[in-house]
């Protein structure tokens, strides 16, 4: 008897947490957003900055109007790194973000097309591309969900399941 009222309790603890608990994941997931786009207001900047700079690398790796390119992957990482820390519209800022990661991975680090001594270099950069789109398709999918309510944001997504 005292065998199943324990897991009886568990079972609604699981089922039911306090609101103590959901507010200690509310801010961890709050943090958690903030550490996955924080590098992105970064480097945002960093592309709108320093665009000159970064055209060249653009055109030695064929982009399609490089210096326009590097200004527009500029504005998408700056307004979708805003976006999923703020909470606003935060479904279309990390799907916007999935989008432009797995476009840079494949455009700009293609391991697969570069020589020795640089083939390392480019499939780390492929790697962390695709690892980084992969949690922002996570952040997506947790927030355009059917019912979701994302803590601690402004607006929230926008496109529901």
């Known amino acids: ?3 199943i009222t324990t897991i009886s309790r568990y079972s609604c603890a699981l089922n039911y947490p306090s609101r103590e608990s959901e507010t200690h994941m509310d801010i961890v997931l709050l943090i958690a957003r903030i550490l996955f786009a924080f ?3 970064g480097s945002g900047l960093n592309h709108l900055k320093q665009a000159d ?3 060249g690398y653009a055109q030695f790796k064929k982009v399609p109007m490089p210096k326009l390119s590097v200004q527009l992957s500029g504005v998408v990482m700056l307004l979708g790194g805003l976006s ?3 909470g ?3 479904d279309i800022g990390a799907l916007a973000l999935a ?3 797995v476009a840079m991975a494949v455009k700009m680090h293609d391991y697969w ?3 020795e001594a640089s083939k390392q270099t480019e499939m780390i950069g492929f790697m962390k591309n695709i690892s980084m789109a992969g949690g922002a398709l996570f952040i997506f999918a947790i927030s355009a969900a059917d019912g979701a309510t994302f803590p601690y944001q402004l607006v929230g997504g926008l496109i529901q399941g």
């Open 53 to 55: 700079a970064m055209t």
């Open 88 to 90: 606003v519209w935060t």
């Open 39 to 41: 590098m992105f207001l």
């Open 84 to 86: 999923v820390i703020l």
């Open 113 to 115: 097309a570069a020589d």
């Open 99 to 101: 989008i432009l990661l």
């Open 1 to 3: 008897m005292v065998a």
